[in-house]
């Protein structure tokens, strides 16, 4: 499939070193640098990109009409969404085939936002989820949920 990439972090990261080995043509890599980068920087995502001859992005002001026909450009089947921080909206959402997917660290819809595996934990939850959704426009972590997986938390 022809993919946008929207991510950051060690989890976005190897998600895209996923999509590329199992052979997707990624059309675009978007990630943004901040502070809290569990081991990923924006330069590990650009060097990824460059390895692979792919148009790299960092900024998270994706949703302007500048990228909205950029992405439409690309024809790409599906973005997708590892550790992107931002919402992302119309139009954007429709600049792909299928939509955006995006890949969230916790059981929807009982855990939204961006700390939601660590408070599976704080509150004592004994399995952590995974959920694989469709984006909606303006809202956090909704959207029909294609896939979940859970692991066991455990004191280690």
Same mark, same amino acid.
């Given at each position: 499939m022809k993919v946008?990439?929207?991510g950051t972090r060690k989890m976005g990261y190897e998600g895209l070193?996923?999509?590329?080995?199992r052979g997707h043509e990624v059309k675009a890599v978007v990630t943004e640098d901040y502070e809290i980068t569990e081991g990923c920087t924006a330069a590990d995502f650009e060097a990824v990109a460059k390895r692979w001859e792919?148009?790299?992005?960092?900024?998270?002001r994706i949703n302007n009409e500048a990228f909205a026909q950029l992405f439409r450009s690309l024809e790409a089947d599906i973005g997708v969404s590892l550790y992107w921080r931002r919402l992302v909206l119309e139009p954007i959402l429709s600049t792909t085939r299928y939509g955006f997917l995006n890949f969230?660290?916790?059981? !929807? /819809?009982?855990?939204?936002g961006f700390a939601a595996t660590?408070?599976?934990i704080?509150?004592?939850?004994?399995?952590?989820?995974?959920?694989?959704h469709f984006m909606d426009d303006g809202v956090a972590d909704n959207g029909?949920?294609?896939?979940?997986?859970? !692991? /066991?938390?455990?004191?280690?």
């Open positions: 946008i990439f929207l070193k996923a999509l590329l080995d792919i148009p790299f992005f960092q900024t998270d969230h660290a916790s059981a !929807l /819809p009982k855990y939204r660590s408070y599976a704080l509150l004592g939850d004994r399995e952590v989820g995974l959920t694989v029909d949920i294609l896939l979940q997986r859970y !692991l /066991p938390i455990d004191e280690t």
